[in-house]
């Protein structure tokens, strides 16, 4: 579905009208809209007032500021600034502070709890990393989520997704796998095959995760140039089922549809891992993935667990100055202002905030920044009194997609759970919107964002608003950079790693997109790069 559809579909929903009807058959089963008297429902865990307090900082610091100091400063924990933290610790340097704009370190991978049922604000899955990743690999194993054999890597089976992973929801029934079942020899299956063909052609000019270890060559810019849908074309792909799918992968994994989204993006997701094979071609199994009923929150926290002491928050950082005896920043805490000095700084936060709050940004990351469109997201975590009915076909999965919707669908987060679950039940629903809805986003009640994603999801399941009881929902206004055309490629990009002497710079925004493994490379590298300056 287009942004231009799904903007649609947002300014329908917005005044009033209901953009999913239920089929005639289940019509019987709603219920008047009493949802709203009786469910609990909140805005959650994105600190917009904060946030916008830094945008909208006066240019002079104000007097009298609690002064702090450390000898390398942190700003934002996310997973970059938490693998830069401990890449300083790892390095021997203990003086260091790590402050975060929001109550809860961890940034897009944080966790919540509801009722004490435990479910993803954001990331909620890391595939397995392969052999470029020997660093995540042995911090996974540091960790305890697999142990080094003589036959490779054994994981922890509790953590792997557990079966069954994925279903779509097309022509009236719930099928397995994402992929549109289609007969073996129909036109749609020619084309499955052909873009296996295509993503495989395009894979042998090397793509890596993280991406950083693949080369970068002319071929990668000509691709890096074209929008996924003009490369598709350029293809041959054009079946109805293909480009809905592709258009799914790119919203689900970058934030934006395939019209939007580089075509060396979406190769990159299938080359750097797994590739597409046609169904039935292949032994079409699906690809291990970690995860826990908090998404991505657990990783973050054994990041941060052996520094735990050092992460501050609810401190936003609205003014870093760099002077000649070393760097001042600037922080809102609550109703006061520190002021902490440091030798060093890694700005982990997205590239337009860094590039908003340096007094003397360096020009490559400015005209980064400007380059990119960032995604905003909405996570619903709804809490059910029980599973609500569902429709005919294969059984609820940990991912359930529903085919041409404009949500991402949802995911269980009891799935893993290897108990069987009995009473309350928590599905966490995905959803992410144009640039442009930004503000519209910002300004929805949660009243009207809950009947959005009931308007979706009761084609699935007719009594979804009779068995909420809670809806906890974050906007993550400013969630990712989204991989357009031209962005990966970018000469400005590529300069900012090293582009300042003493303030540095971690987030997977360098990379041009958002996933576990970039955050966490690209603060390695910046903690390794100052610890290397700090004690030479
Ligand atoms: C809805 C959603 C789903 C996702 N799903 C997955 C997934 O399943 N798997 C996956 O690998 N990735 C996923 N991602 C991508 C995810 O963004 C990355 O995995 C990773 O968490 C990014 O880490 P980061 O440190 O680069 O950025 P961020 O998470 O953006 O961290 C930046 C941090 O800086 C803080 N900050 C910002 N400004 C300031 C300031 N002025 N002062 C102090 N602190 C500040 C922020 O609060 C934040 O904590 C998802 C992202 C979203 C939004």
Request: net charge neutral; proline share 7%; hydrophobic share 45%.
């Amino acid at each position: 579905m287009s942004d231009d559809t799904r903007r649609a579909f947002l300014g329908q929903l917005a005044q009033g009208a209901t953009a999913l009807a239920a089929p005639a058959i289940l019509s019987g089963c709603a219920r008047p809209e009493d949802w709203r008297t009786r469910v609990d429902g909140r805005w959650i865990g994105d600190n917009a007032v904060l946030g916008h307090r830094v945008r909208d900082a006066a240019a002079q610091p104000p007097a009298g500021a609690r002064a702090r100091r450390c000898d390398v400063l942190v700003v934002g924990s996310g997973i970059a600034g938490l693998s830069a933290a401990r890449s300083l610790q790892r390095a021997g340097i203990t003086d260091f502070a790590v402050l975060e704009l929001e109550d809860e370190p961890g940034g897009n991978s944080r966790g919540h709890a509801m009722h004490g049922l435990r479910c993803p604000l954001g990331a909620h899955y890391l595939p397995l990393p392969g052999p470029s990743a020997p660093d995540i690999q042995a911090w996974l194993v540091e960790i305890g989520l697999a142990k080094q054999t003589s036959a490779g890597l054994k994981w922890d089976e509790r953590q792997l997704c557990h079966s069954p992973q994925e279903r779509l929801f097309i022509a009236g029934r719930w099928q397995d796998g994402l992929l549109p079942d289609v007969p073996r020899d129909s036109p749609t299956q020619a084309q499955y095959r052909l873009l296996a063909k295509a993503i495989a052609e395009a894979g042998r000019i090397g793509f890596a995760l993280p991406t950083a270890r693949a080369p970068w060559t002319p071929a990668h810019s000509a691709l890096d140039a074209m929008t996924c849908s003009q490369w598709l074309r350029s293809q041959g792909i054009a079946d109805p089922l293909v480009l809905t799918y592709m258009d799914y992968c790119c919203r689900d994994d970058y934030g934006a549809g395939s019209d939007t989204v580089s075509a060396w993006a979406a190769v990159h997701y299938f080359a750097s891992r797994h590739g597409f094979s046609a169904p039935g071609d292949d032994s079409n199994d699906r690809d291990p993935v970690l995860t826990w009923p908090d998404g991505n929150a657990p990783l973050a926290q054994a990041l941060r667990r052996p520094f735990e002491d050092r992460v501050q928050t609810g401190r936003a950082v609205f003014r870093i100055d760099e002077g000649l005896q070393g760097i001042t920043a600037w922080a809102f805490a609550g109703a006061e202002v520190e002021r902490w000095t440091a030798r060093h700084v890694i700005v982990a936060t997205p590239l337009f905030i860094a590039a908003h709050v340096l007094t003397a940004p360096p020009a490559p990351l400015v005209a980064a920044a400007k380059q990119q469109r960032r995604a905003p997201w909405m996570v619903a975590n709804l809490r059910l009194d029980a599973l609500p009915l569902d429709r005919v076909g294969a059984p609820l999965s940990w991912d359930n997609v529903i085919h041409g919707s404009p949500s991402l669908g949802y995911v269980d987060a009891q799935h893993q759970n290897l108990a069987r679950v009995v009473g309350e039940r928590l599905l966490t629903a995905y959803w992410t919107f144009p640039d442009a809805d930004r503000r519209r986003l910002l300004q929805m009640s949660w009243q009207d964002a809950t009947q959005m994603l009931l308007d979706d999801l009761r084609v699935v399941h007719p009594d979804l608003s009779e068995r909420l009881q809670q809806v906890d929902i974050v906007r993550h206004g400013h969630a990712m950079s989204i991989p357009t055309p031209g962005l990966r490629s970018s000469a400005a990009l590529a300069a900012i790693p090293d582009s300042a002497a003493r303030v540095s710079f971690a987030h997977a925004d360098l990379s041009a997109y958002s996933v576990f493994e970039e955050a966490f490379t690209r603060g390695d590298a910046a903690g390794r790069r100052v610890a290397r300056r700090a004690t030479s």
